[in-house]
């Protein structure tokens, strides 16, 4: 049963070029996330909002500038070998599975490396069991002739079959998927989160889902997490965060999501203001901040008053 905990974590670059000497980008300010087996997290916001650069940071693409990973409650070693440890028990599906696959390469060699790698086989024989139970789990086939195309051979949805298989063969017991439907026809969209969630509840797996889709996140998480600039703004279960926004900028998104029955509501400023404990649930990692630090938050944000006099 492995938990995967994003403590406090923090990005920054420096942003270089002629009078910029100094200058830090905040692609990510003190965010946590928890999520656990057989659960769903969604994390929401638009592009920009750090979303993706928070997965990299959980695949160990990048390194954190400061806060804590842990899986299981340990902290992640850092090195090739703990990184490919870490690795076989964490994987990702990435936006776009024609990118993220070598268009030069067959399918059977996408499959097959990770499978070596991370010691799954021993021999050919067990290699082509584990290359059909691949292909079968995410309903590809026939397997014989799905191992022999090359990426441009296959469709959009195959593809992205294809890199879910990859993630699973070193059956991990998490799965990040960093937007991975948002690059497919909207009629292969429902099959592939269906595939998903079966997978999650087959194999207990814990999910971090992230997308700019409230109407996706709602029916596939339990929770959702809504970024912007790189800080958490509200979380909550999803039905709360969808039905019930409180934050402007989520009450916008849920705005923003095409619904013919949907109500239309006005942004409550008051309602927030009154309200700064929005951020405080009992589903909050880590130690519970000051109410004041997140009004302020808001109002000192600079954009706060512009969004709020756009609606």
Do not use: C
Not at 87 to 95: K, L, P
Request: hydrophobic share 40%; proline share 6%.
């Amino acid at each position: 049963m492995t938990t995967l905990e994003a403590l406090h974590l923090r990005k920054n670059y420096e942003i270089r070029g002629t009078g910029l000497k100094n200058k830090i980008l905040k692609a990510v300010d003190d965010v946590s996330i928890v999520v656990r087996p057989g659960e769903s997290v969604a994390l929401v916001g638009e592009s920009g909002s750090g979303k993706s650069t928070i997965a990299k940071m959980l695949i160990r693409l990048i390194e954190p500038t400061a806060g804590d990973i842990t899986l299981d409650g340990e902290r992640i070693g850092r090195g090739r070998a703990a990184t490919t440890r870490y690795r076989s028990r964490v994987q990702m599906v990435f936006q776009d599975p024609f990118s993220s696959l070598n268009p030069s390469l067959t399918i059977r060699h996408h499959l097959t490396r990770p499978l070596r790698i991370h010691g799954i086989v021993r021999n050919r024989a067990e290699e082509e069991r584990e290359l059909r139970r691949l292909l079968e789990s995410v309903n590809l086939g026939p397997a014989a002739a799905v191992l022999a195309k090359y990426p441009h051979e296959l469709s959009g949805g195959q593809r992205q079959r294809v890199a879910i298989a990859r993630a699973l063969a070193p059956r991990p017991e998490v799965l990040i998927a960093d937007e991975p439907v948002s690059m497919l026809d909207v009629s292969i969209r429902l099959e592939i989160l269906q595939l998903l969630d079966d997978l999650k509840r087959e194999r207990n797996l814990a999910v971090l889902y992230i997308t700019h889709d409230l109407a996706t996140a709602r029916h596939f998480s339990s929770q959702i997490v809504v970024m912007r600039h790189g800080r958490v703004v509200e979380r909550g279960a999803s039905g709360d965060v969808i039905l019930n926004p409180i934050h402007p900028y989520t009450q916008l998104l849920v705005r923003a999501a095409p619904d013919p029955h949907s109500e239309i509501f006005e942004i409550d400023e008051e309602r927030f203001r009154l309200s700064p404990e929005v951020l405080i649930t009992d589903i909050d990692p880590g130690p519970t901040p000051d109410a004041s630090h997140w009004a302020r938050a808001w109002t000192d944000d600079p954009a706060a008053a512009e969004l709020l006099a756009s609606v």
